[in-house]
């Protein structure tokens, strides 16, 4: 059993630290490739404004219900050592787990037409859907991809922390004056929506409806600075 003194310890090292992390406190964003954003403008017209938090990085943080930070691990293969009973397992390559995230929807389901829109971009369009264009030009490939470059763009998750004084007091930093400040980012290579989980409706209690997307991508990596080192 920890000691009262031990206990003491404990708390005022995690206060010099922060505090412990909230599960709540994050941010989710990408960066959309020049093509692909010109879909969207083009076709999801002013809900794209909606979801454009500055000039370059659509942010979708205020419908983001849930977010996971994809674990890492590695495939291995055993090696028999010459001692009896040892058994080493040698790394052979990384393994980045798949993307899940979740959003609620607004009353115009914003979600689910933005990215069911960015998955008509990815297909060319479905069947030749006279309703989606780019540069003019409706899509009449039914079953052609677009080029991988132009679908698949980088995505960040941010945590955010309370950041508190020495003595307990809020402190305003950056140039935005929020009191948190933001000890690492994620960035996921190349990512883009596989699938958007079917959303259920029913006649009983209402619920909060939200859409699962899930992403694939190429790997990630933690950076500490607002931009990416590689």
């Known amino acids: 059993m920890a000691s009262a003194r031990g206990l003491q310890n404990f708390m005022q090292a995690i206060g010099k630290s922060g505090g412990i992390s909230a599960s709540n406190l994050y941010q989710f964003s990408f960066q959309p490739t020049p093509k692909l954003e010109k879909f969207f403008k083009d076709n999801v017209f002013d809900e794209f404004l909606k979801l454009t938090d500055n000039g370059d990085t659509i942010n979708l943080q205020l419908l983001c219900n849930e977010i996971q930070l994809p674990g890492v691990t590695y495939s291995a ?8 009973g040892i058994t080493q397992k040698h790394a052979t390559a990384k393994v980045y787990n798949e993307l899940d995230v979740s959003f609620f929807m607004d009353g115009t389901s914003l979600p689910l037409r933005f990215f069911r829109a960015w998955q008509d971009f990815t297909s060319n369009g ?32 941010s945590k955010l922390e309370k950041f508190n004084s020495p003595q307990g007091e809020p402190k305003k930093i950056g140039d935005d004056g929020e009191d948190y400040k933001n000890p690492w980012n994620a960035r996921l290579v ?25 992403f694939y991508y190429e790997y990630s990596h933690l950076f500490n600075s607002k931009k990416p080192t590689i």
């Open 126 to 157: 479905v069947g030749g859907n006279p309703e989606f264009f780019y540069d003019d030009q409706p899509y009449k490939r039914a079953f052609a991809s677009n080029y991988y470059e132009d679908y698949a763009c980088d995505m960040f998750i």
């Open 77 to 84: 293969f055993d090696v028999k050592s010459v001692h009896k």
């Open 190 to 214: 190349k990512a883009y929506p596989y699938t958007v989980a079917s959303i259920p409706f029913s006649a009983g209690p209402a619920q909060l409806v939200k859409a699962t997307v899930g």
